[in-house]
């Protein structure tokens, strides 16, 4: 009986490689599987398979794990306002956990013997993927073609074409990974610290050019309507949300950063659900949180995404950051108008009915009603006492 491998599949030149290579090569029985983080069509989803079989496959499986994904990853994200280094809304890093979850579940399910992925050794994914799948199931062996024979693409083109699988791998300039929570792209210029990537190496382009006004309603921190529309489908927001930005161009940009293995590294990004919820979310929390609650969360939110970039999801530290970032969401509930135009968009304002600014103490700059002026008086001589002291030592010094 020939030994199970499962191998991570995403059709691309690599993993194509991968399954070809693990069935002719090494003899395995090859199990395919694709999880889907809600970056595929059904259409896509179709060759992926059609590839797999074509490759030597004798099953291919599809994990749709985007609801999982949005329950335990992104909801998090957005209570956390997590945009590592300021910017980037860790769109490729933290869905990889989830479907390298999903694959080592799979094996373990139909007792595989291994499983595989076809990451190179310079960059994250290969962490993302090794780790999880040591920690989740230890006794399954995890096998690298790519990494550990350190392949050229062109040896990869070469071993496909010459086993007579045909298929169009022409050298793309791009790498383009696309997911619920965004799109990465990759290449030539990300590759350059002193360029940026050209208007036509994102895959969606400007289409409108007046203005238009989207709301985004929450409850408790999560999405729960947009222009209005209710649902407790939250994916189908998200969608509904970069159907309507990503026509402007919105949420653009280029994302610098430490990787796992101690490199600096570059890749362009195209979010615009995700930038424009995020930010809102903040907004709204501006309103509604108390100055130490925001403080905090800012805190653990920056932990936690750092933790989900550097493949810890696992650690059981993030459980706990959860259960922080879920508290503060209580009042977390309104409306955010947004303006949207031509690559920008202004945050217009907020309706809450947990809005601490309308209050009966007071209209900032304008009139004190919970106070009285002897009161500010009496308050700001008591405030000053420990810089009035600090410095009339100073003068006593200095003669």
Known sequence: MKEKVVLAFSGGLDTSFCAMYLAKEKGYDVYT??????????????????????????KHV??????????KSIKYMVFGNVLRNGTYPISVSSERIFQA???????????????????????????????????LAPEIKILTPTRDMILTREYEINYLKNHGYEADFKKLEYSINKG?????????????????????????????TEEETVTIGFEKGEIVSVNDEKSDNKIYLINKIENIA????????????????GIKGRVGFEAAAPILIINAHKMLEKHTLTKWQQYWKDQLGTWYGMFLHEAQYLE??????????????????GKVIITLRPYSYTLVGVESDFDLMKTDFGEYGEVNKAWTADDVKGFTKILGNQMKIYHNLMRKNDK
Do not use: C
């Open 62 to 71: 599809t994990l749709d794990v985007t609801q999982e994904y949005y329950d």
């Open 246 to 261: 990503k026509k402007f161009a919105i949420g653009r940009d280029m994302h610098i950063g430490d990787t796992i293995i």
């Open 101 to 135: 979850i999903a694959i080592i579940n799979y094996a373990k399910e139909i007792e595989a013997d291994y499983v595989a992925h076809g990451s190179t050794g310079a960059g994250n994914d290969q962490i993302r993927f090794d780790l999880t799948f040591e920690i």
């Open 180 to 208: 619920l929570w965004g799109t990465s792209i990759g290449g030539k210029e990300t590759l350059k610290s002193e360029q940026t990537l050209p208007e036509e190496a994102y895959p969606s382009q400007l289409l409108k």
């Open 316 to 333: 059981p530290v993030m459980r706990d950051i959860e259960k922080f970032l879920e508290s503060s969401q209580e009042n977390v509930t």
């Open 33 to 58: 599987a694709v999880a889907n983080t809600g970056g595929f069509s059904e259409e896509e989803l179709k060759n992926i398979e059609e590839r797999a079989y074509k490759l030597g496959s004798v």
